[in-house]
């Protein structure tokens, strides 16, 4: 029997495979292709990339928070504040509730931390969620 990959660590995979892209580029041509997913993958591998492209293009702007929200989207708050490419709610959706699982946050509302490496450096993020919305901040990526 095979032992199935944690989400953490699918998650930190797909990170590691695109951190030679230009996540913004890479999402706004995804959009293009109709949000294709790869030829045999699962159902989480699309929602895995669509967070970790988020995630990479928020810390590439050294953004200090970015917003996700399943029907409106992801807002990236940096220097200037803008939004990514919007993926179908349906994998906005299950890209999150992969978060709060390998974040351990439930319920309605509430905040977890989770860690990120990065190149040769590791990150914590922390996500908050309030009802459908979520924020995920970055402490000290300005520094970086």
Known sequence: MAIAESPHLRLQQQIDC????RPREALEEWETQG??????????????????LC?????????PRLALDKDTGVT???????????????????GLEILREISGLEGPSGQASLALGIRDSSLEVILQKE?????????GISAL
Do not use: C, F, N
């Open 76 to 94: 990236v708050y940096a220097d200037t504040t803008y939004s990514l490419p919007k993926a179908p709610p349906h994998i906005i959706a299950r």
């Open 55 to 63: 995630l990479l293009d928020a810390i590439e702007e050294k953004a």
């Open 131 to 139: 009802a459908g919305r979520h924020v995920i901040t970055i402490p």
């Open 18 to 21: 695109q951190l030679e892209v």
């Open 35 to 52: 949000w294709q997913d790869e030829p045999g993958t699962d159902a989480d591998e699309t929602p895995i990339k669509y967070m970790a």
